[in-house]
């Protein structure tokens, strides 16, 4: 077999990442445990970052600055770099195939302020910007016949000698496991946020799935205690209310109609300060009122649409209340410069990977930004590397068959739904924007019980069709997996910075200006 | 309160202890406390990425957007394979896409584009892939390689884009099982969560397929069917 490389994922990297490798030569099959459209991507709303051309008053060494700052001494400057100089033309490619930005009146890609930028350079679609990148990419995607198959469950990554050989998945419609061989293997399964349950912004799907079977398939894993809480969630639903509504001049309130914040400060320090004030009994509230109808229905129009239907307030009249909720992961798979993994052949873009350019605190905008640069890199090096590399068309499912084998032995003595809920409420809790040695020791206890406990947590229904009983089982012990990981990283960190805060160590220490590297096995550097 | 869902047959649940819920949320509660079995696709939550529009009372809505009522009956999409329960096979119906050639071809230096020509397609793009406007679409019924709403919504989004150099490409392919099939009876514009008019869209395509020369083929055949007298 030649040239095959698999994409794992069909969010905004794995869209890039099958559009390059294609591109770079490759025979590209994209496999996705649902469609390609409906992947998470299509739910960002704030922007991608770029200094374009005509941006005034800014410029690409102000991007990396930021970047820098609002990552506190743990990104790769190297990486950071690449990222931010890559950014114009991963926004003209966007624009070259057809995504429909906004416009400034000069026909130029409008820009917008996000938290914790010195300038406006979020360029938006209204606030469908990860809708309207994900759709045109997917259309580019059909456009060169590259195959997607649709609603495959990643179960392992089939190595061989530390050498990726491909994939087992689980055919959601048959349920049966298939085996996909591949000369290289792109994950780009997205990240983890819903271990916080109810309390994330993010898609039911986002369990962080790839991460997991990369660390099985002998991957390491960095910085997973670096989760990053969004300001402004709807107060009842989580469902976010993007950055853009501060950036266009929202003010925070608390019950007292006061401000107590800085809008615009990154996200980790306006999520605590709200934080804060919650602890004080406070209810909190966006009010963007005074940005007036026209301007909210131009340029946030989803935004007033989220907050009628999911809170019952109009934005155009009343305030939103809100709450700080889990939203993105800053954590992933550790990939070399060629967004390559610790295996051989396994290459790693998007959410689930860490490219280390977000540190302890992304910045709002620098995600679809990541997807596009590093989506990129890694379709390319997937391409290159799949050339050169000959492997055994003929991999073999024993171990995938064998773990739904055991899954289907356990019993039904306590509902995985409940823990699952359990789960999230005691993260949100105990692992949330405010950790202590007490609160994440506890956590751990508590992990440690569920896992040792899966086998009385089984699936009910027993179907092979579209067992989604089972697939939400799957991801629930993936999450399971990965929660102990970031406790581990938040346990052994004991400083605060960024996103990660200990109440009993609440400053940095330069001691710990360094990344918690992962493998199956435990803490391989820190 | 009590709904029924379209499974093997119509079964009933009592969802009394939820208030003011959206149907997604008491599908959630159904298959977390009550039912393990009952099967939907959802993702976002937030009417966004296109997962989980069935129909309640005969009318396409997505469940994250839709609050329950007293007696709703809901079942999966029409002019799609069910795979179970409320989970349909939506291969063959984005498939249109392709057959449509619904994407950009690029030309070779990008023209500006401006305020006017954004908002000339903003609504088209807005397109979340949910399929409701293909289920509501009578065509199906008589003609199931109909390209149908979305797909041609799409085409329209394109070709109506500066950024496009091959416009003639997809008008050429949207002639035959496309724009001319549609009865224009709206429906798909009735159900879209994302305020589209596939219909105007087509009606648009319909007055761009003139301009380069085509004409509506049923014209020809009712001039047949003058012949006839
Ligand atoms: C509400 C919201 C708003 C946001 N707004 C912004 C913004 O304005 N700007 C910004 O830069 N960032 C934003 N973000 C962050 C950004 O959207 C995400 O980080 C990014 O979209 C992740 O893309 P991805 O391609 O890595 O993964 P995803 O889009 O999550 O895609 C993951 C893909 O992997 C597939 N997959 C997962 N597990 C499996 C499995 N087991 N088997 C097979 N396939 C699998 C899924 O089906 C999906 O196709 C936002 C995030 C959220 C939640
Ligand atoms: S046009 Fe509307 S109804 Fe049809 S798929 Fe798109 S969003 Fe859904
Ligand atoms: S207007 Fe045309 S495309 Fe829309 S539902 Fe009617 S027949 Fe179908
Ligand atoms: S769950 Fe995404 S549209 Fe309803």
Redesign the pocket.
């Known amino acids: 077999m030649q040239n095959k490389v698999l994409v ?9 990442a099958a559009l390059n490798a294609h591109e770079a030569g490759a025979d590209v099959t994209v ?6 459209t ?12 770029a200094v374009l051309k005509h941006s005034q008053n800014d410029s690409v060494e102000a991007h990396i600055a930021n970047t820098l700052k609002s990552a506190h001494g743990i990104a790769s400057e190297e990486e950071v770099k690449k990222l931010c100089t890559e950014a114009v033309d991963a926004v003209e490619w966007l624009d070259n195939i057809g995504v429909q930005f906004s416009r400034t009146k000069d026909g130029k890609i409008a820009h917008r302020r ?1 938290g914790g930028a010195s300038g406006d350079r ?1 360029c ?1 679609a209204q ?1 469908y ?2 809708l309207k990148i ?1 759709h045109t990419l997917y259309d580019q995607v059909i456009s060169k016949n590259i195959e997607i198959i649709n609603d ?4 392992d990554i089939i190595t061989k000698q530390n050498k990726v050989e491909g994939v087992s ?1 689980l055919n959601k419609r048959s349920g049966e496991v298939e085996v996909y061989s591949a000369n290289a293997v792109v994950l ?4 983890y ?1 819903r271990i916080y349950d109810k309390h ?4 039911v ?6 991460i997991a ?1 990369a660390i099985r398939a002998g991957a390491r894993v960095s910085d997973m205690e670096f989760v990053q809480f ?1 300001p402004t969630a709807l107060k009842n639903s989580s ?2 209310i ?3 509504a501060r950036g266009a001049g929202g003010h925070l309130l608390n019950s007292k109609s006061e401000r107590f914040v800085d809008e615009l400060l990154p996200r980790d320090e306006v999520a605590r300060a709200i934080h804060e004030e919650m602890q004080k009994g406070e209810d909190i509230f966006l009010d963007i009122r005074h940005l007036g109808e026209e301007f909210i229905d131009e340029e946030l129009p989803q935004e007033r649409k989220l907050a009628k239907l999911y809170e019952n307030v109009d934005p155009v009249y009343d305030l939103i209340p809100i709450k700080p909720v889990a ?2 992961t800053m954590g992933g798979i550790e990939v070399d410069k060629n967004s390559q993994t610790k295996v051989e052949g396994l290459f790693a ?5 860490n490219h280390r350019v977000h540190g302890a605190n ?1 910045l ?8 596009v640069v590093f ?1 990129r890199e890694a379709g390319v090096s997937a391409a290159d590397y799949a050339k050169n590399i000959s492997v055994d068309a003929s991999v073999d499912k024993i171990e995938s068959n064998n773990i739904l084998d055991e899954i289907n032995t356990y019993t039904n003595d306590i509902n995985f739904y409940e823990a699952r809920t359990a789960l999230g409420d005691m993260f949100y809790k105990n692992v949330g924007i405010s950790r202590d040695k007490k609160s994440l020791q506890e956590s751990l206890k508590t992990i440690k019980d569920y896992i040792s406990k899966l086998h009385l947590m089984g699936v009910k229904d027993k179907s092979k069709i579209y067992n989604t009983n089972l697939i939400e089982f ?2 629930f012990k ?1 999450m399971l997996e990965l929660s102990r990981l970031v406790l581990k990283g938040a346990l052994d960190r004991e400083e605060s910075r960024g996103a990660h805060y200990r109440s009993d160590f609440p400053n940095e220490n330069e001691a710990y200006a360094k990344h918690t590297i992962v493998d199956i096995n435990g803490v391989v550097a820190s | 309160m009590n709904i029924k869902i379209k499974r093997d047959e119509l079964v009933e649940y009592n969802v009394s202890e939820l208030k003011g819920a959206t149907l997604l949320e008491t599908l959630n509660y159904i298959k977390t406390k009550i039912d393990p079995t009952l099967t939907y696709s959802s993702g ?1 939550r ?1 009417s966004v990425c296109g997962s989980c529009a069935v129909r309640v009372n005969e009318k396409e809505v997505l469940a994250c957007s839709y609050k329950v009522q007293e007696g709703d009956v809901i079942e999966p999409l029409k002019n799609v394979e069910v795979i179970r329960d409320l989970v349909v096979n939506m291969d063959k119906a984005y498939e249109f896409n392709a057959k449509s050639k619904a994407w950009i071809n690029k030309s070779a230096s990008t023209p500006d584009v401006t305020q006017e020509n954004e908002k000339l397609n903003e609504v088209q793009s807005d397109c979340i892939l949910c399929a409701s406007c293909y289920s509501a679409c009578p065509v199906y019924a008589v003609n199931p390689e109909f390209k149908g709403p979305f797909s041609l919504t799409r085409v329209y989004k394109y070709v109506s884009d500066v950024r496009d150099s091959d416009a003639k490409e997809k008008i050429d392919v949207i002639q035959t099982n496309g724009i001319w099939d549609c009865t224009l009876c709206n429906e798909c514009t009735m159900v879209c969560p994302q305020d589209i008019s596939s219909k105007a869209d087509i009606e648009k395509l319909r007055m761009k397929s003139t301009q380069y020369g085509y004409m509506d083929p049923n014209f020809g055949s009712f001039d047949g069917g003058l012949d006839f007298l």
Do not use: W
């Open positions: 794992i994922g069909s969010g905004g990297a794995g869209l890039v496999l996705t445990k649902d469609y390609p409906r992947a998470q991507t299509s739910m960002a709303q704030g922007g991608i970052n996000l979020a938006y606030d910007t990860g994900l495959r469950f990643l179960l998945v780009a399964t997205g990240g946020a994330s912004t993010n898609a799907g986002t369990s962080g799935d790839g079977a969004h469902i976010l993007s950055e853009s939203h993105y873009c998007g959410e689930c990977a992304r709002g905008g620098n995600s679809l930004l990541e997807l989506g799957l991801e993936n | 976002c937030s």
